[in-house]
């Protein structure tokens, strides 16, 4: 019941729930012109002020509401002051509120009543107005810092909440492309195996070429969705070396040339004679092209044409690659909104171009780590569309390993170390069609002593072996007096940064992700007996 102070001047009688600066004050007086001078002199505060005119309202309000500080008047008929401190305090919720008793005799009897009731302080009336804006303020003071003190630790505890669902989301899709690349790998070594077996109709051709794309996309699908997490979450982090922009440009440009033929779209490719040397991640530039020639690819129809072109201006030290396609096009609304995450120009229900809406995003993102922008440009609807991936230059021409990875080596001998039978024996089969000399280990003890014997040019070790690990049998064989020079690459479904970062300091030369890419595999190699 307020209806004692509803004319009271200036006094804001709403009781703020969520501003944190704003406090409640309760009097307690069932004198009403006590209660209008009270209220004068505490408006300067700039609080939320209430009114009871009984103990009894008092304690309603209590219940209702939260208070920086109570002043209660000791005199009251019914319910006393000192009774209402005592109700005051047996409620949990209003337990250490602070309460300053009004009062005009401050006998030493009543004193002591009045602190065993629960009272912080005494104030003798008629009080100074200064003296009491004074002592509420300390409460107001007190009751702010609480405040902030609780705010604080809620932010900080849905802080932490946040970073341990986004710890687990990450080790959530690390393991789930982890499980979703394992049987892609037995997969896609027996697609090229499968040909051995029986002479090859143009049926089984075409299921080989089915199953073959599937798989790719499959795989471009789940390295998507994981990188797209983990830069979201600032957690690539570039292999940056000089690099010669046109050889990965061309190089990229042949990995992608057999998917253009299928669909009948032309594919050019106008590439400067002179290297082009970037400070850039050669993965990660691979993949910045290949997402923007894979859409390319998706959204041009069949006579299409798709040319790819690298310009180097040595004068402001940038180099852009520009991707044109005769394709469908993107309309003006469209263009600004490219880039987004997830972003998808809304397709039929049959989503026959199927995307996760990530690869740009991906492109933007891998663009802005290499200090480089990505721009696109379209006429509209039915014209075509141009990307543009503009990265800087370095003067720097230094010796690369690409130059090696041209070359086709030779016969090899290769061990495998790998748990899962499919796995082994597809890729041992691979491997062989390719003309190399393969031995088989399935655990890494077994891997270790067939090293031994063997004496292979390369090691192809998986990561999740029971008992012990492949970064254990790499350390063991760095420690090892015979094999301590050997060529030994990871071959694993584990991909993020953090697994590649673990994979070098056990002490592998090299991480490669499954499925087993041939055509890479071709290209390390050669690297290997370069290094
Ligand atoms: P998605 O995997 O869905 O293709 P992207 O991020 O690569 O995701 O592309 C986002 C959207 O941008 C696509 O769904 C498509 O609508 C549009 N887009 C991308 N490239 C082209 C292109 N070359 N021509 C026309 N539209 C394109």
Redesign the pocket.
């Known amino acids: 019941m307020r209806g004692s102070v509803d004319t009271l001047p200036a006094c804001d009688m709403e009781v703020s729930e969520s501003v944190p600066a704003r406090v409640n004050i309760l009097v307690v007086d069932d004198l009403k012109e006590k209660l209008l001078v009270y209220s004068t002199v505490l408006e300067d505060l700039g609080q939320n002020v209430l009114f009871a005119s009984s103990g009894e309202e008092a304690l309603k309000l209590v219940l209702s509401n939260d208070f920086a500080v109570i002043l209660l008047d000791v005199n009251m008929p019914n319910m006393d002051g000192i009774e209402t401190a005592a109700l005051i305090r047996k409620r949990r919720k209003s337990a250490h509120t602070p309460i300053i008793f009004l009062t005009a005799f401050a006998d030493d009897v009543h004193v002591e009543k009045g602190y065993a009731s629960g009272a912080v302080d005494y104030l003798i009336t008629p009080v100074m107005p200064e003296i009491l804006k004074a002592k509420v303020r300390v409460f107001i003071e007190l009751s702010q810092m609480r405040q902030r003190a609780a705010l604080q630790a809620e932010e900080s505890a849905r802080r932490k909440a946040a970073e341990e669902s986004a710890r687990r989301k990450d080790a959530f899709l690390g393991m789930l492309a982890h499980e979703l690349r394992n049987p892609l790998g037995p997969i896609r070594n027996a697609i090229h195996l499968l040909h051995k077996i029986g002479p090859d109709t143009p049926d089984t051709v075409r299921l080989r070429a089915i199953i073959d794309r599937q798989v790719t996309h499959m795989a471009r699908l789940v390295d ?1 969705l994981l990188d797209s997490t983990r830069l979201a979450n600032g957690k690539i982090l570039l292999r940056k070396e000089q690099c010669d922009l046109s050889q990965i440009v061309c190089r990229t440009i042949e990995d992608y040339r057999h998917i253009f033929e299928e669909r009948g779209i032309s594919l050019e490719a106008s590439l400067p004679q002179k290297p082009v040397w970037v400070d850039g991640d050669p993965t990660r530039l691979i993949q910045m092209l290949g ?2 020639l ?3 690819h ?3 129809p069949p006579d299409g044409r798709v040319s790819v072109s690298l310009i180097s201006n040595e004068k402001d030290q940038t180099a852009i690659i520009k ?1 044109e ?1 005769t ?4 309309d003006s609304q ?1 263009l600004p909104r ?2 987004d ?5 809304e ?1 039929k229900l049959d989503r026959s ?11 933007k993102s891998l663009a802005e780590l290499h200090n480089g922008v990505v721009t ?1 440009t ?1 006429a509209g609807t039915g014209q ?2 141009a ?1 543009s991936l503009q990265l800087p230059t370095t003067p720097l021409a230094v010796s690369s390993d690409i130059a090696a990875s041209a070359e086709k080596p030779s016969q090899s001998r290769i061990l495998i170390i790998e748990d899962n039978l499919d796995a082994a024996e597809t890729t041992r089969m691979l491997l062989e069609q390719e003309g190399h000399d393969t031995c088989i280990a399935y655990t890494g003890p077994q891997g270790i002593v067939l090293a031994r014997q063997f004496q292979p040019h390369v090691i192809l070790c998986d990561i999740g072996l029971p008992g012990m690990d492949g970064y254990q049998v790499a350390r063991a064989m760095r420690l090892d007096p015979v094999l301590h020079s050997a060529f030994i690459i990871a071959l694993t479904g584990y991909g993020r940064d953090e697994d590649r970062r673990q994979a070098q300091e056990a002490g592998f030369n090299m991480h490669l992700t499954k499925p087993l890419d041939t055509r890479m595999f071709r290209r390390v190699l050669a690297s290997s007996y370069k290094g």
């Open positions: 998507d997402n923007l894979h859409n390319a998706k959204f041009t991707v396609d394709g469908i096009g993107i469209t490219i880039f995450v997830f972003y998808q120009v397709q171009r199927g995307g996760l809406g990530l690869g740009l995003s991906l492109v696109v379209s075509g569309a990307f």
